[in-house]
């Protein structure tokens, strides 16, 4: 059973920076794509940004050029880094990791807060 965890969640200003880190545990090989999602209070969840085991990455039109995923394969951690955070950023915001063994599974995390206000 994959295990993942968040955290780096916190209280930042408008136009600070926040890095968010994944772990995904449980495993003893390369989980196929870790993604972030986020949710904010009274909306759905919705897709921040992913980053597969090849390197390739995907952000939502909101973050783009603002957020930085990456990963190391090694220990299937995934890191999101956002930068020039606005009040629109306040959410949860959670790690999902996809496995692809003969089928497909993803595994969340618990989420962790991320607040911008002034």
């Known amino acids: 059973q994959v295990q993942v965890v968040e955290s780096g969640g916190g209280l930042v200003q408008p136009g600070g920076s926040l890095k968010l880190s994944c772990a995904a545990s449980?495993?003893?090989?390369?989980?196929?794509?870790m993604s972030w999602y986020r949710q904010a209070p009274g909306k759905q969840r919705e897709f921040v940004a992913s980053?597969?085991?090849?390197?390739?990455?995907d952000y939502a039109a909101a973050v783009e050029g603002r957020f930085s995923v990456t990963r190391d394969n090694r220990d299937n951690t995934a890191n999101l880094q956002m930068n020039v955070l606005g009040l629109e950023d306040t959410a949860v915001y959670y790690c999902?990791?996809?496995?692809?063994?003969?089928?497909?599974?993803?595994?969340w995390g618990q989420g962790t807060q991320v607040t911008v206000s002034s």
């Open positions: 980053c597969t085991s090849g390197g390739t990455t």
């Open positions: 999902k990791a996809r496995v692809i063994k003969g089928r497909v599974n993803d595994y």
């Open positions: 449980g495993v003893n090989f390369v989980i196929y794509e």
